[in-house]
């Protein structure tokens, strides 16, 4: 493995697990704001979550492969900021999750 590519993959795997985060979050919220009756809910669980589930990991990978073409002099700069922008990702999905039901 490269030097260059060594520095950047920190930065493309917390890309990674923020915007997979994110995308889940986001799509299970705007769900739990149009869901149907209660009765079919059982009967249409775990669907819904695969397709929630798959399309945040195809978001996660899309920008996992982007951040590992960032240069190596951007991919520095940005991990310094990295710790604040966890915080405010992750800090507010869980909230998110666990409010909703």
Known sequence: MSPELRARLPL???AFGLVGTASYTLQRLYDAA???DSGLILATATIPYFWRAGSAA???LSVFAVMLA?????????Q???PWVVWGVVIP???ALLVVP
Do not use: F, R
Request: hydrophobic share 40%.
């Open 12 to 14: 493309a795997l917390s």
């Open 34 to 36: 149009t869901e149907t």
């Open 58 to 60: 195809l978001h996660a």
């Open 70 to 78: 960032v240069p190596s002099s951007l991919s520095s700069s940005m």
């Open 80 to 82: 310094d900021k990295l």
């Open 93 to 95: 999905c869980v909230v």
